[in-house]
Structures are given as C-alpha cells and as structure tokens.
C-alpha cells in the first residue's frame, strides 16, 4: 500500500472472478452481465478512495506475488464446481502472505449449508441427506409434515439442482435432475409466491441496505435473473432481529454478507441462506452501498 495526497490509501485490490457463469466461459478481467453494474459502482467507490481493483481469476497460483494489498473474493460464482480446490486456493494465497476477504476458514465454513444447523430456531426447518433418493425424501416429507419440499445441493449456487416436490405427487424420475451428491430438504413456504424473499446486506459489520425478491409469473424461484422482480425496499424491524440474530453465530471477521430470508407458514422470518462468499450485493438497487462497501475495505486497509 502507498502512500498519498489528502489521506488517499493507493492501494490495489484484486476482484476475484470466477473463469464461467452458469457455464459459460468468462474471459480474463471480466464478470457475469448480471454482476457489471454492481463492479462499475465498486470501482468508482474505489477510484474516489483511491482504492485500485483488478479483476482477476481466482485460481491465479501467483496473486500473492503480485503486490496485491488485498483480494476480495467477489464474482466467483464457479466455485461450487470446484469448492475444494477453491477453499485451499484462498488457504494457500493467506499462507502466501496476501490478505484475502472473506477469509478461508469463513469461506469452509460457508461453502456447505450445514452451517444452517448452528442457527438454531432462526433457520429455516431442514433435514440433511448424503442423497437425494426416494428414501429420504420420503423421510423429509414425514419429519417436516411437509406438503411440498425443496429438495437442493448442500453445495451449490443459483438454484442449480434445485426441485420442488408435492407429496404424492412424485417419482423417483422426478429426482433424476436434483442433487447428485449430498443434499438437503426444506419446506417449501408460500409466502414465496407473494412476500418473496428479503435480502439483507452488511459491510464490514455495519447494516447497509437490503432488497426484496419475488418470483415473475408462476415461477417460485426469487433468484433468477430475468424471471425475479427486484424491490428496493426496507424490510420489516423483525426481519432484521433475526437476520441480526444469525450474523452473531456466523465468522466474526466477516468484510461482506447477505442474510436471506422468507417468511414462514406461522409468519416467523426464517433464514434460507447465508451468503459469505459470492454473493450478488444488488448495488443497482442502492447506489449508496458501493461506498459502504469500499469504506469497509479502506477500514481493513487502514
């Protein structure tokens, strides 16, 4: 980090990207579409403080040799294809002496939604499974009492793998396209149809702003780019206690995260995700949160 005029850090920061979005491949120094607006406001934060970002791979081996102050993991949304190679690619850039946020043990501990059974009350209901297979979604239904499940990938992002059951309403082909490796059942909420889903952001532990997302049409998916309708709204006191309430169990060392959440059958808000390494911060929606954003990674740099 330099030095400069009128308190300017000078300081350069990698944004760490992923090489593919949804399967498709992301040239070097790029980001996903949907990801663009949220980068420009982030670099215009970053030019005023005089924070310079570089939008780079994360599997680069060398990014600690390159002089570097930071890194910041953001558009990688690549890495649930390969989280354990991911998870020790930023272990082994700390190790290398570069700075890197979230931090690796935060990022373990993200990548797989069984930190959900540490929330307690405030999570959503969830029965856990190595498999989605006719068995234990069966289980799920009984111990839910669920008259529709969510059946999704313990480690996953973007809805991928993701299903919608009605109980007796199924077959073991209609599971042919959910997860293939260790998964995870919920009940599914109709409060989605119409509520959606609050999304709550904080930087650097402070409050910044929060969205609401709701599903287009018939659809019951609120995070589908081109099939969610987006709200720039403030959500209800009750919300933030128990979005509040799960932060204080999550890594206390945290630069970002996004706390989502939907409204349950008794009108309890329930988590549904904690977001700690790639998520979408919706800075379209609330211009103001690329400065807080910045001014929290100034705070790490000192």
């Known amino acids: ?7 300017a850090l000078m300081a350069r920061v990698a944004y ?12 070097r120094g790029d980001v996903p579409a949907l990801e663009r607006p949220d980068r420009e406001l982030i670099l215009a934060a970053g030019r005023a403080r005089g924070i310079e970002f570089e939008t780079v791979y994360w599997d680069e081996p060398d990014l600690p ?3 570097f102050d930071l890194a910041v993991i953001r558009t990688c ?11 020790e690619a ?14 690796s043990s935060t990022v373990a501990w993200n990548a797989r939604k069984t930190y959900l059974r540490e929330l307690g009350a405030a999570a959503i209901e969830t029965v856990w499974s190595e498999q989605a297979d006719a068995r234990s979604v069966a ?20 809805s991928r793998e993701t299903l919608r059951l009605k109980r007796n309403a199924w ?3 209609d599971l042919l396209g959910g997860p293939q490796g260790p998964a995870m059942m919920q009940p599914y909420l109709r409060a989605i149809e119409s509520e959606g889903e609050r999304s709550l952001l904080w930087f650097g532990g402070k409050y910044s702003h929060a969205v609401r997302k709701v599903p287009a049409g018939n659809d019951w998916l609120a995070n589908i780019p081109g099939k969610t309708r987006f709200f720039a709204e403030a959500p209800p006191a009750s919300a933030i206690d128990v979005a509040e309430a799960a932060r204080a169990l999550a890594p206390a060392d945290m630069l970002y995260v996004r706390i989502d959440l939907v409204l ?21 929606f609330a211009p103001e949160g690329a400065v807080s954003f910045v001014d929290a990674i100034a705070r790490v740099l000192g």
């Open 77 to 87: 949304w690549d890495y649930t294809e390969r989280a354990r190679e991911f998870v």
């Open 171 to 173: 077959n073991e082909a």
């Open 90 to 103: 930023i272990a082994a850039y700390e190790q290398g002496g570069m700075r890197v946020l979230n931090s």
């Open 1 to 7: 980090m330099r030095g400069g005029n009128a308190g």
């Open 139 to 158: 289980h799920a239904f009984d111990a839910l009492d669920a008259a529709e499940l969510v059946v999704k990938p313990q480690v996953g992002a973007g």
């Open 264 to 284: 349950g059958d008794d009108d309890r808000w329930r988590v549904i995700e904690i977001e700690a390494i790639e998520p979408y911060l919706f800075l379209d």
């Open 65 to 67: 040799d390159r002089g």
């Open 16 to 27: 760490l990207s992923g090489r593919s979005y949804r399967g498709a491949a992301l040239a």
